[in-house]
């Protein structure tokens, strides 16, 4: 089983920058599809951003402001002009399918991380 562990989020004013970290361990090879997440209080997690192990291809829900990137084991998300609705929890998980089916619903990701906050005020 893969294990992952999230780090870099912070609290930063509205406009600001932050880089999330993902960092792998354990079976790593049983993951094709990396992806993150995030959950604000009282709503459900959603998808933001995934990385297919395999070819490299990626999907993101706000290309203009979000960068998700690969380096061996550590998978970022490149967050710039934070707005306070990006205020949430984020999760990384992995998925054993590729990102092509894995998608960016919770459902086929199995291994998540314990996230890390990230708080941007206005």
């Known amino acids: 089983q893969v294990h992952l562990e999230e780090s870099g989020g912070g609290s930063v004013q509205a406009g600001g920058s932050l880089r999330l970290s993902c960092t792998s361990s354990?079976?790593?090879?049983?993951?094709?599809?990396i992806a993150w997440f995030r959950q604000a209080p009282g709503e459900e997690r959603k998808g933001v951003a995934n990385?297919?192990?395999?070819d490299g291809r990626s999907w993101n829900v706000d290309a203009g402001r979000f960068t998700i990137s690969q380096d061996e084991n550590v998978v970022y998300l490149r967050m710039n002009i934070l707005k306070p609705e990006d205020t949430a929890m984020y999760y990384c998980?992995?998925?054993?399918?590729?990102?092509?089916?894995?998608?960016?619903?919770?459902?086929?990701?199995?291994?998540w991380g314990q996230g890390t906050q990230v708080t941007v005020s206005a």
């Open positions: 354990g079976d790593i090879s049983s993951s094709k599809c």
């Open positions: 990385i297919d192990l395999g």
């Open positions: 998980a992995a998925s054993r399918f590729p990102c092509v089916l894995a998608g960016l619903g919770t459902l086929d990701y199995k291994s």
